[in-house]
């Protein structure tokens, strides 16, 4: 079925595209009854006509000729207006070669999409009115795409703003994202509707690049009523600065994390070394590969072995022999390995894989013991498996292993207290970057539970005789240091879920970096980061069905006429292209490089710099 419809999708484009080299006329005066002349019936004068070859998504490829003519200012007096026409400009922008359906196409496909331009020229070269378009070409109209697409968002402010405004309460979500050497993209997402609102390029992140963001948001699309932001210290004197009087808060799942890192980062260091220090994976791993060599050695196919059939309940004749016995062997090595199963794909510290790891070696150890104690066992199981006993017993009673696993199991039932007051324990968290909403009656629940926590820490702390003083106290102190930005003062309103995560805007960054890692496969983007624009924050709006239907009208396909109204108050791409050039650290511009006397230029401004300084001195 899929096929059918693609092949008459086909055959329609194909009846629909125009033949190739067409010309077509596009004359203003033809375009609107009555254009052609004036109020008292002067006639408007030609001033040019221009030709250029349009290549279109849905005409193809055709020859423009549009005629520019000079337009008499009413009563004859004053200077004239030029007319350009408007049929053509709703086609592609002025000068340009590319329709704005072919840019919307080739944006969507490899921002939206994660297509490479390679597998883009490969699809519109097979079309049936196949369009070939240089690769150099195709990056110039994704650069175009966010270009267009900028300006279309940054027209549609009073929109959203009107948007905002009607709804009621507004939180905005803070969030900032960076690849190693590459600057900042700081976005601004509302926390009801998921749209993002301004994203901005820039050097760092720190207050003062962060304050003129905020201010600019502000003023386009009113004052929030919240803000919730990550547990950086410039964010919150961002907000400060910027936006005086409104309340912003921290999230509660960064909160969280940080104090789970700062509990777990002796013990997780301790056992880490420890574990690498006596080798226990490297030698369970020689040991399993042993075992495997030799039950390939003696076992002819898969069939022949037995464990899976005694474990199905299944009779088998044969007595626990040396086969048998490495076929358990190896269950316990891979049931060890599966220790990350015990998690749910959360991340450290919310899943402690370590800590994983050795409850399943004590747990193997424990069972392998039981096993052997069986008199029929021990006597036919092979030496391997006594081996294996051994070696689980002597990492269980090394002293240094006792001390980090018995400090790492008490800092995870301190940070499960948390997690209980937070509603971010192990039952409450399915997946890394799920929002945590909660209902609006939660809110008075978690501040009375922190209440109480933060006043038996307080207690602890304070009590020297109390094994968990250390961990209460590290606690404690993120509590403190972010107490007055944890809880809003008044409740959501009745029915209002309740916002306090940031993991909206951060599941939104962790996409955009995977369409860009599947357009090229690769795994570090910082040259993808240095060189795209801030507008590429606004892609994640597109997949988003209320921004679609309230400036798209509901879908992607009116994208190309929405982009092409937007370029006639988008000015000039290449003064948008020059400022958006990425440039390595230090670099000048060309312009400068390019003088003929840029070195003794160079030279003669960092010795008169140092005269003057010498001077001063």
Not at 209 to 234: M, N
Not at 327 to 341: G, P
Request: glycine share 6%; proline share 5%; aromatic share 8%.
């Amino acid at each position: 079925m899929r096929q059918v419809c693609q092949a008459s999708t086909r055959e329609l484009q194909q009846e629909a595209a125009l033949p190739q080299d067409v010309r077509l006329d596009f004359d203003p005066a033809h375009e609107k009854q009555g254009l052609g002349t004036t109020s008292e019936g002067a006639a408007s004068h030609v001033l040019k006509t221009s030709k250029r070859t349009v290549v279109s998504l849905q005409e193809g490829r055709f020859q423009a000729r549009e005629i520019v003519r000079r337009q008499p200012r009413d009563g004859g007096g004053g200077s004239s207006h030029i007319q350009r026409s408007m049929q053509l400009a709703g086609l592609v922008p002025p000068s340009a070669r590319y329709g704005f359906d072919l840019i919307a196409h080739i944006g969507i496909e490899s921002y939206l999409r994660g297509h490479s331009l390679q597998e883009i020229r490969r699809d519109l070269a097979e079309r049936p009115s196949s369009i070939d378009i240089p690769s150099s070409s195709l990056w110039d109209q994704q650069q175009k795409f966010l270009f267009y697409l900028g300006h279309l968002h940054q027209q549609a402010a009073s929109s959203i703003r009107q948007y905002l405004a009607e709804r009621g309460k507004v939180t905005w979500l803070l969030d900032g994202t960076v690849e190693p050497g590459s600057p900042v993209f700081l976005g601004i997402e509302d926390a009801a509707s998921g749209m993002i609102l301004g994203g901005w390029k820039i050097p760092s992140e720190n207050t003062d690049d962060i304050a003129p963001c905020l201010r600019q948001a502000a003023d386009r699309f009113g004052q929030p009523d919240h803000v919730l932001h990550d547990l950086s210290s410039a964010m919150s004197g961002a907000c400060d600065e910027a936006l005086p009087g409104v309340p912003h808060f921290v999230c509660h799942f960064h909160l969280c994390r940080d104090v789970g890192e700062d509990l777990f980062e002796k013990p997780q260091a301790a056992l880490c070394k420890r574990i690498r220090s006596l080798k226990v994976q490297l030698r369970l791993r020689e040991q399993r590969k042993g075992q495997t060599q030799w039950l390939r050695g003696v076992i002819d196919s898969q069939a022949e072995f037995v464990l899976a059939e005694l474990l199905a309940g299944q009779p088998v004749q044969d007595s626990f022999s040396h086969t048998l016995g490495r076929e358990v062997l190896l269950a316990f090595h891979y049931w060890i390995l599966d220790y990350r199963s015990d998690g749910r794909r959360r991340g450290f510290p919310f899943d402690p894989y370590l800590l994983y790891l050795h409850r399943r070696l004590v747990r193997a150890s424990q069972a392998v013991d039981r096993l052997l104690a069986n008199d029929a066992v021990s006597q036919q199981a092979p030496i391997v498996l006594f081996n294996f006993q051994k070696q689980l017993q002597q990492y269980l009673q090394d002293k240094q292993i006792v001390s980090a696993t018995e400090q790492y199991e008490r800092a995870n039932v301190m940070f499960d207290r948390l997690r209980q007051a937070l509603r971010l324990s192990a039952e409450h968290m399915n997946n890394l970057r799920e929002p945590h909403e909660l209902p609006a009656d939660e809110q008075q629940n978690i501040k009375t539970a922190l209440d109480h926590l933060r006043h038996r820490l307080q207690q602890q702390s304070q009590d020297e005789t109390d094994i968990d003083q250390s961990l209460a106290k590290i606690v404690l102190q993120h509590l403190d240091k972010y107490w007055t930005h944890l809880v809003p003062d008044q409740p959501p309103t009745l029915g209002e879920r309740w916002k306090r995560t940031t993991n909206d805007l951060e599941r939104e960054w962790g996409g955009l970096k995977r369409v860009r890692r599947r357009a090229h496969g690769r795994g570090k983007l910082s040259r993808d980061f240095q060189a795209l624009p801030e507008e590429y924050v606004f892609i994640a709006n597109l997949e988003n069905p209320l921004y679609l239907e309230l400036i798209l009208g509901g879908s992607l396909e009116s994208l190309p006429s929405k982009i092409a109204q937007a370029s006639r108050e988008a000015g000039s791409f290449d003064a948008w292209r020059r400022r958006h050039h990425p440039r390595l650290v230090g670099q000048l511009s060309r312009r400068l490089l390019r003088n003929d006397d840029f070195i003794d230029h160079l030279i003669q401004a960092s010795l008169h710099h140092c005269s003057l300084h010498k001077t001063a001195a």
